[in-house]
């Protein structure tokens, strides 16, 4: 018995020692070249960041392609990327950037005033393909100029960009409350000339014909200025590799290599972790937060910048077109509770649908406290339905499930009947987007340190996902979009904040910090509150 | 849930169905009277029994037993699943709360009645659709003839075709199909079950019509369609029952496990065992307790049904009679 003991654990030995070696790099402990694995939920769905709008695929880019302009790293405050220096013409309508000195691109070319503008020319001449949200959701919405053509956004900012050795000059049309933001964001990323000369844009039909092989897969096209590289794509593992760019024209990075593997879910991603398959991920459900730092694995707390939401759809639901009833409905959500005991620790209830920490957010908006005795008598015998999405996890909104449970709670406790309306996040989005929902929960994290990144997401016209119509918020909106000043933007905002809230087209309920876990053997990198983290800091102890 | 094989599964399905052969012809007391008795003297059935009546009355009685409501947060404010922190047993709430602090044995004893309810409503549709089937397969066989031999033979492949398809895989498939709802739920345990009472029905009815009793009756010239309504029906209809609550217990099983990988009731915070055990499941680590109550309930029900069933079968087999 004894010995057949002995034998099991011996052999039990062995297969993890097989195992952890078969893990890659997570095992060795080789020094300089290291390889620093990364759990996702998804690949990028594009490796080209001009087809990109969501965080995954720009968490990959972001490390391979730099901008013109960045966030500092771990917070909200606009500092120089590619440019070093950058001004503005007081009319706010001609940008000039000047470019850092020496930065080489990965296939060898050297980084200049042309090399940029090659990229402006190839946006503004992307073909009518191009032209709508569903391909270039950014570009569409912050620039939309094209030579040939409109966007579907009826955007038309920029004139050209013109190169004078270091020295790039960017001519707008009109102002706009998204500039510079707009040149800090993944998706206006700085590509090599060489990468432009063999990306045929014209070869594109639409997104129903799939994107490009060259964004699907490492093809040696695509370089950037960035401290990692493409190395390889493993689609069968479902593995992407970056590798180290030795001629970086930053500090190099910490690691040889990086590879983002993707998993079904947050419970696959945690056991991943926890076997030393990754050395982190992102989006931690906050109920494994605590477990996790139990276990000796690093939590780091990012800054808040994002808005959760319950949308009023007013023209959906005719009940919600009256204001005493939105009001109750705030009356009668405990948000307090939300926030301590479903968000990750360091969220607040939110005022007004923008984080405090934004230029715009105003300290005079209406607020609304928790009073269910105030609220029944006007909620009572109603009928309400309320979509929630289900299996999903945002960065804003980590457990949909028990927040929707929670605010059913509460509103059942003043007499609503909820008739629940549980969609998969694919249809969800184009639900709540076309005004099927009369109640649902959404949010967004900022793009860039800009009110109107927020605001203007929701409320700068008519919308189906409010069913808002108010066209003297709609005016202040496009005022503070066309004002330059930043000041007076804020200025503008905040009085379009306090007409929101009084208008309650939702409620606001909270700004979280999205929790990121990482192993005990690196040094993680500075937490982004944009979720806009530079992997090139990592490094293992 | 094991898996043999069709064929030893269909064989044995047959070898239930001979039981109603012999026990009919126990001389002076009824063929139910009979086995009742034995089922008196049967410690299986005796603890058996006793489950699955504190079951049925916890079901039944429910909303009088619930201490609190079981789909209010009222203690929302001692829970914080974002710092781990759950509340295990205590004085007001003797199970517990769950993530979303409600009381868990309020949710425990009205889950019960969900279960029941799904439990016996699925046994239902399964046994008269299964039964359907099964008896006009039986009755075309014992009819004889072309037509009612090539009648049943057609049935009979449907079913065992059926049959090969594990139960679970068919009522995940007809749930997938009609969309996550309580009737859905039902309706899928429910389709899973045809198969077994198709055939021990048309196995039971077939053995019948070859007794003693049904070759008289159609010596003396009654016609055939009489003796299968009034004769082979009738006397073949114990193995079904026995089969029905053996089926309990898999239905309850069945439903918990359908409503645990989300395809049971829409209504989330209505209370359900295989329900509160898939969200159990996401705080497995700070929460045990949520887990551990449904899962025994679970366990300890479909264990009283299937003790009594098998102590039916028992007493209503004349090869174990002493």
């Known amino acids: ?541 | 849930m094991n898996l043999p094989g069709t064929a030893t599964k269909a064989a044995k399905i047959d070898r239930l169905a001979e039981l109603s052969v012999s026990s009919s012809d126990v001389r002076g007391r009824s063929l139910w009277l009979e086995a009742f008795s034995r089922l008196r003297r049967s410690p299986m059935a005796i603890v058996g029994a006793v489950i699955v009546s504190a079951f049925v009355i916890v079901a039944v009685a429910a909303p009088l037993l619930a201490p609190h409501d079981p789909t209010a947060q009222l203690w929302r404010g001692d829970v914080f699943p974002n710092r781990s922190i759950f509340v295990g047993p205590r004085a007001e709430n003797p199970l517990g709360l769950d993530h979303a602090g409600r009381d868990l044995l309020s949710r425990m004893l009205v889950g019960a009645r969900q279960s029941l309810m799904v439990g016996v409503v699925a046994t239902l549709i399964g046994l008269s659709v299964g039964a359907l089937i099964g008896g006009v397969s039986g009755a075309a066989a014992g009819m004889g003839r072309r037509l009612g031999r090539a009648v049943d033979s057609v049935l009979m492949r449907f079913v065992d075709m059926l049959l090969s398809i594990p139960a679970l895989l068919i009522a995940i498939s007809v749930a997938a199909l009609l969309g996550p709802s309580l009737t859905t739920l039902m309706i899928a345990v429910g389709a899973a079950q045809v198969p077994i009472f198709a055939r021990l029905l048309r196995g039971s009815m077939l053995a019948q019509s070859r007794s003693d009793f049904v070759t008289a009756s159609i010596a003396l010239g009654v016609r055939r369609p009489k003796v299968v309504v009034s004769h082979v029906l009738p006397n073949s209809l114990g193995p079904v029952l026995v089969q029905g609550t053996l089926t309990l217990a898999t239905a309850i099983i069945e439903a918990a496990a359908l409503s645990y990988l989300g395809l049971g009731s829409p209504d989330i915070s209505r209370p359900e065992w295989g329900g509160m055990l898939a969200d159990a499941q996401r705080f497995l680590g700070s929460a045990p307790h949520m887990a551990l109550f449904p899962a025994v309930a679970i366990i300890i029900t479909a264990l009283g049904f299937t003790l009594l069933g098998e102590a039916m079968r028992e007493a209503l087999d004349p090869k174990l009679k002493k």
């Open chain 1, 1 to 541: 018995m004894q010995l057949r003991r002995f034998r099991t654990t011996t052999a039990l030995a062995a297969t993890a020692a097989l195992l952890l070696t078969a893990c890659g790099g997570v095992g060795d402990d080789g020094g300089d070249d290291q390889t620093f694995i990364f759990g996702v939920p998804n690949l990028p769905r594009s490796l080209d960041p001009i087809f990109a709008n969501d965080g995954e695929t720009f968490r990959v880019t972001r490390q391979v392609f730099d901008t013109l302009l960045d966030h500092e790293s771990g917070g909200n405050e606009m500092v120089g990327g590619l440019a070093e220096t950058w001004d503005v013409s007081d009319d706010g309508l001609t940008w000039t950037f000047n470019l850092r000195d020496g930065v080489e691109f990965h296939d060898g070319e050297t980084l200049d005033a042309a090399a940029v503008c090659a990229n402006f020319d190839r946006w503004m001449n992307l073909p009518e393909p191009f032209h709508n949200t569903t391909v270039a959701y950014y570009y569409n919405n912050l620039f939309g100029s094209f030579t040939d053509g409109e966007s579907s956004t009826g955007n038309d900012f920029l004139v050209g960009c013109s190169a004078d050795g270091l020295t790039v000059t960017i001519q707008l049309k009109e102002t706009s409350a998204n500039f510079p933001g707009a040149f800090s964001m993944a998706t206006t990323a700085i590509l090599s000339p060489g990468s432009l000369e063999q990306i045929d844009d014209g070869a594109f039909t639409g997104i129903d014909d799939g994107l490009p092989d060259y964004t699907q897969d490492v093809t040696g096209i695509l370089a950037g200025t960035g401290p990692f590289q493409l190395d390889s794509w493993n689609h069968a593992q479902d593995e992407l590799t970056l590798t180290r760019f030795d001629d970086y024209w930053g500090d190099p990075a910490g690691v040889s290599r990086i590879v983002f593997k993707a998993y079904d879910d947050e419970t696959a991603l945690k056991q991943a972790l926890e076997a030393s398959e990754i050395h982190g991920y992102d989006l931690v459900a906050p109920a494994h937060v605590a477990e996790l730092e139990a276990a000796g694995f690093q939590v780091p707390t990012r800054g808040v910048f994002n808005i959760l939401y319950l949308a009023f759809q007013q023209e959906t639901d005719e009940q919600l077109a009256d204001l005493e009833v939105r009001q109750a409905l705030a009356a009668a959500v405990d948000r307090q509770n939300i926030v301590d005991s479903l968000l990750p620790e360091g969220g607040v209830v939110a005022t007004q649908f923008m984080p405090d920490t934004v230029a715009g957010h105003s300290d005079n908006v209406t607020t609304y406290s928790y009073d269910p005795d105030a609220a029944r008598p006007v909620l009572e015998g109603r009928t309400m339905e309320f979509c929630w999405p289900t299996n999903v996890s945002r960065p804003y909104m980590p457990s949909p499930r028990d927040i929707f449970e929670s605010i059913k709670a509460d509103l059942e406790a003043v007499g609503v009947t909820v008739q629940e309306k549980p969609m998969e996040w694919a249809n969800y989005i184009p639900a709540a987007a076309s005004g099927e929902c009369p109640l649902y929960i959404l949010g967004w994290t900022g793009d860039f340190n800009e009110g109107y990144n927020f605001l203007g997401t929701w409320f700068a016209n008519h919308t189906d996902e409010f069913g808002m119509n108010r066209d003297d918020i709609f005016a202040v909106m496009q005022r503070a979009a066309r004002e330059g000043d930043p000041d007076a933007r804020a200025a503008l905002l905040a009085e379009a904040s306090e007409m929101i809230m009084d208008e309650l087209p939702g409620l606001p309920i909270s700004s979280s910090p999205p929790s990121i876990v990482f192993s005990a053997e690196v040094n993680p990198p500075n937490v982004s509150p944009l979720t806009q983290e530079k992997f090139d800091e990592v490094s293992f102890r």
